[in-house]
Structure formats: structure tokens, C-alpha cells
């Protein structure tokens, strides 16, 4: 078998498929100090997964009705590991919603050997499909820019005690 992770010089696991970019352990938590800066690769994406600027055909009060019924659905989901749902801990890059009501979704797991990995897209989905007036759902799991502490809410620090 060949390993492709190997120590570095400063006792790090360096991965060779990918020279020079930093990996994520499995079980590690990246905390706030190692997250890249504005413009490096990884960095932070805005802050609301929701393009509130795009046009729509929507009407504003009912696009403002389904924004809170998904993030509330969302809040149903839970990462099995971790007390929190998945909304709070910023697992949710983005939510699109088309004039046919179709929402479109990109999220990460906290790390990409995560156990549930297969099934979290469609508890998700699920999660979602369930608010009424929602047309199709289609969620897309991504792992750039990777997952760190400093996505968390608040909320979520506070139930983790990370305050």
C-alpha cells in the first residue's frame, strides 16, 4: 500500500496530492487562527447564504415567508457528532431560489471523512422539500472553501460551550 500522507518538517501530515495547501485531519477542528484571510484560498464566503439582492418574481413579504420556513427546516438538521444543527454551525454556503420556487443548495460537513457524509445531502433535502411551496430541491455538497470554527454562529458557540 502506498501512503500518500506523509509528516512534514514541522510534524504535520502533508498530503502530496496536493502540495503546499493545507489538509484537513480527520476529527480535527479548524480553529479561527488558521482560517485564510479575505482573498486566500478557503476563505470565508459572505456571511448569509441567501442572495437577497438577486431579482425575483417573488414577492418580497413571501420570499421573506419561505427564507424563514428553510432556515427553520434547516434547524431540524443535526450533525450527529456535534449538538448543533447544521444551519447554526454554518455548514449552508448557499440557498438559491428560482421563480419556480426550485431551491438550489451548496454545503460542506465538517470534515470531508465525515461518517455521514452520504446521507447528510439527503436529510437535507428532505429537510427542505417539506416547507410548503418549495419546488424542487437540489443539494450539493462542496468542500471549498473548507469547513472552520469561525463559521459558526453564536448560537452555536454557546450550546458548544466556545464562548
Avoid at 41 to 53: K, Q, R
Avoid at 81 to 87: F, R, S
Avoid at 102 to 114: H, K, R, S
Amino acid at each position: 500500500m502506498v501512503e500518500k500522507n506523509q509528516r512534514s518538517e514541522d510534524g504535520g501530515l502533508r498530503d502530496d496530492m496536493s502540495p503546499g495547501l493545507p489538509q484537513s485531519i480527520p476529527g480535527h477542528i479548524q480553529s479561527a487562527a488558521e482560517a485564510p484571510e479575505s482573498g486566500e484560498p478557503g476563505a470565508l464566503p459572505d456571511p448569509s447564504p441567501f442572495d437577497e439582492d438577486a431579482p425575483s418574481s417573488i414577492p418580497p413579504d413571501e420570499l421573506e415567508r419561505l427564507h424563514g420556513d428553510l432556515v427553520g427546516a434547516l434547524k431540524t438538521v443535526f450533525d450527529p457528532e456535534i449538538p448543533v444543527d447544521i444551519y447554526e454551525l454554518g455548514l449552508i454556503y448557499k440557498i438559491d431560489v428560482d421563480d419556480d420556487r426550485n431551491i438550489a443548495v451548496e454545503m460542506t460537513l465538517t470534515a470531508p471523512g465525515c461518517p455521514v457524509a452520504g446521507e447528510m445531502p439527503g436529510w437535507v433535502q428532505n429537510a427542505m422539500a417539506s416547507v410548503p411551496g418549495v419546488g424542487q430541491v437540489d443539494v450539493k455538497l462542496v468542500f471549498d472553501p473548507p469547513w472552520d470554527m469561525s463559521r459558526m454562529s453564536d448560537e452555536a458557540r454557546l450550546a458548544l460551550n466556545m464562548f
